[in-house]
């Protein structure tokens, strides 16, 4: 009996981002603005956190439309058709439908259909979750490009009168194209997760909780919030400790994105541009004393006007750097995520 | 093993790079919050620095603990007897 040989998919050398695109909703949110619902001040807010403004979208907005605004600018970018995407990842954690995924209707939306299209929920570290899957897809062979969009409207998961993690928040969307590229476009995923600490940035509530009001299991708003002293309204929003994620982030991450240059053969010296996650400006200032980053690495800053978009933030933050300086193009750049789970991903990068 | 006046000294550093707080400022009846004006961010920079310093661990759990000077300096020696 003759056994046929069994064909695998042909394995790429080198991936790259060919492109960028991001979208910034229109409302603007003020330090002042935020302080109509907590005690605090925008002195107070800036010193912080950084952050003198954040972009939030409007009700009728929603996260596929984030995405496809950047998604449509990150193909034009990389000069690439809808047609030919091979898979399309959605990272975030603010669609507000367990299922259809918003990736499924985003690449419809597109013209990508019929792309395997699939959300990731890893938060803060969502985007270099996908840009490790769209990588490795590509290499693989089981596609030749993907589409890998962060994108939050984490307005809808808030609650104004939260001092531990609302005011920080802002929405946005950020996307790139990776495919194949001539030379190594795309070091290492250096991610993980360690889900002991699954309570350090967290949702009040369950939706099970809102089914059991909604179903009248549960009398009265006041009783359900009785059991959870965090919230008084019974929709689930985010709250975190901050001090404990300030210091995971920084000293934990620190080493992350320390093994993410080392895996990719590079040092500190060697990079043009430092693109952290977007979630304090004194965990970016505090991790770029800990890598002792020399002078001449740009360091993304786009929390000021953005607040922080979890999935969206590296991206969007990418997209600015590249728009305020396109001589960076082709240069390369550290990007680490880290947020709720907790979870966490880093990789070098040559710039689109 | 440092001392308690040794472990003060250190602890008058580290807040003094962090803050800018001049060294002297820094005696064991002070509070952190009211008396030295250092946020939780702030804390959890002293707290890291002094892990490295003295060779202890502080958990989250403790930091909320330690609400003066002679707090953490008394900690601090505890962790490294």
Same mark, same amino acid.
């Given at each position: 009996?003759?056994?046929?040989?069994?064909?695998?998919?042909?394995?790429?050398?080198?991936?790259?981002?060919?492109?960028?695109?991001?979208?910034?909703?229109?409302?603007?949110?003020?330090?002042?603005?935020?302080?109509?619902?907590?005690?605090?001040?925008?002195?107070?807010?800036?010193?912080?956190?950084?952050?003198?403004?954040?972009?939030?979208?409007?009700?009728?907005?929603?996260?596929?439309?984030?995405?496809?605004?950047?998604?449509?600018?990150?193909?034009?970018?990389?000069?690439?058709?809808?047609?030919?995407?091979?898979?399309?990842?959605?990272?975030?954690?603010?669609?507000?439908?367990?299922?259809?995924?918003?990736?499924?209707?985003?690449?419809?939306?597109?013209?990508?259909?019929?792309?395997?299209?699939?959300?990731?929920?890893?938060?803060?570290?969502?985007?270099?979750?996908?840009?490790?899957?769209?990588?490795?897809?590509?290499?693989?062979?089981?596609?030749?490009?993907?589409?890998?969009?962060?994108?939050?409207?984490?307005?809808?998961?808030?609650?104004?009168? #939260?001092?531990?993690?609302?005011?920080?928040?802002?929405?946005?969307?950020?996307?790139?194209?990776?495919?194949?590229?001539?030379?190594?476009?795309?070091?290492?995923?250096?991610?993980?997760? #360690?889900?002991?600490?699954?309570?350090?940035?967290?949702?009040?509530?369950?939706?099970?909780?809102?089914?059991?009001?909604?179903?009248?299991?549960?009398?009265?708003?006041?009783?359900?919030? %009785?059991?959870?002293? %965090?919230?008084?309204?019974?929709?689930?929003?985010?709250?975190? #400790?901050?001090?404990?994620?300030?210091?995971?982030?920084?000293?934990?991450?620190?080493?992350?994105?320390?093994?993410?240059?080392?895996?990719?053969?590079?040092?500190? %010296?060697?990079?043009?541009?430092?693109?952290?996650?977007?979630?304090?400006?004194?965990?970016?200032? %505090?991790?770029?004393?800990?890598?002792?980053?020399?002078?001449?690495?740009?360091?993304?800053?786009?929390?000021?006007?953005?607040?922080?978009?979890?999935?969206?933030?590296?991206?969007?933050?990418?997209?600015?750097?590249?728009?305020?300086?396109?001589?960076?193009?082709?240069?390369?750049?550290?990007?680490?995520?880290?947020?709720?789970?907790?979870?966490?991903?880093?990789?070098?990068?040559?710039?689109? | 093993?440092?001392?308690?006046?040794?472990?003060?000294?250190?602890?008058?550093?580290?807040?003094?790079?962090?803050?800018?707080?001049?060294?002297?400022?820094?005696?064991?009846?002070?509070?952190?919050?009211?008396?030295? #004006?250092?946020?939780?961010?702030?804390?959890?920079?002293?707290?890291?620095?002094?892990?490295?310093?003295?060779?202890?661990?502080?958990?989250?759990?403790?930091?909320?603990?330690?609400?003066?000077?002679?707090?953490?300096?008394?900690?601090?020696?505890?962790?490294?007897?």
């Amino acid at each position: 009996m003759s056994i046929t040989a069994l064909q695998q998919a042909p394995l790429r050398e080198h991936t790259r981002i060919l492109g960028v695109g991001a979208y910034r909703p229109e409302l603007i949110v003020t330090n002042d603005d935020v302080c109509q619902w907590i005690d605090s001040s925008d002195e107070w807010i800036r010193q912080r956190t950084g952050i003198v403004t954040r972009h939030r979208a409007p009700r009728d907005v929603s996260v596929i439309d984030m995405a496809e605004a950047a998604s449509r600018e990150a193909l034009i970018s990389a000069g690439i058709d809808a047609s030919q995407i091979g898979a399309v990842l959605v990272s975030t954690v603010t669609h507000p439908y367990a299922t259809p995924s918003a990736a499924a209707q985003l690449a419809d939306r597109l013209g990508a259909t019929p792309a395997p299209a699939y959300d990731i929920s890893a938060a803060c570290a969502g985007y270099c979750y996908g840009i490790a899957q769209g990588d490795a897809l590509v290499h693989a062979g089981t596609a030749e490009y993907v589409l890998v969009v962060g994108v939050e409207k984490l307005s809808d998961f808030i609650d104004n009168t #939260d001092r531990t993690i609302s005011f920080l928040l802002g929405d946005g969307a950020g996307a790139v194209v990776i495919g194949p590229g001539d030379a190594a476009g795309i070091g290492p995923s250096v991610w993980g997760s #360690d889900g002991s600490k699954h309570e350090a940035i967290r949702m009040t509530r369950s939706l099970l909780d809102v089914r059991d009001y909604a179903m009248g299991a549960v009398a009265t708003d006041a009783e359900a919030a %009785e059991d959870d002293a %965090e919230g008084e309204s019974l929709w689930p929003t985010m709250r975190q #400790d901050g001090p404990s994620v300030f210091r995971w982030a920084v000293w934990e991450m620190a080493k992350v994105a320390q093994q993410a240059l080392d895996a990719a053969g590079v040092s500190a %010296e060697d990079l043009a541009v430092f693109l952290p996650h977007q979630a304090n400006i004194r965990i970016i200032d %505090e991790m770029v004393k800990q890598l002792n980053l020399p002078e001449h690495v740009y360091v993304a800053r786009d929390i000021v006007d953005a607040g922080n978009t979890s999935a969206a933030s590296i991206p969007l933050a990418m997209h600015r750097t590249l728009k305020e300086q396109p001589e960076l193009s082709g240069k390369l750049a550290l990007q680490i995520g880290f947020g709720a789970g907790l979870v966490f991903g880093a990789q070098v990068v040559v710039l689109p | 093993m440092a001392s308690n006046e040794e472990i003060l000294a250190g602890l008058a550093e580290i807040v003094n790079e962090e803050t800018g707080l001049a060294p002297e400022s820094v005696e064991l009846d002070k509070s952190f919050t009211d008396d030295l #004006d250092i946020d939780s961010i702030s804390m959890m920079t002293i707290v890291v620095n002094a892990e490295e310093k003295f060779g202890v661990r502080i958990p989250d759990e403790e930091v909320k603990n330690l609400k003066t000077v002679g707090d953490a300096v008394t900690f601090i020696s505890g962790a490294q007897a």
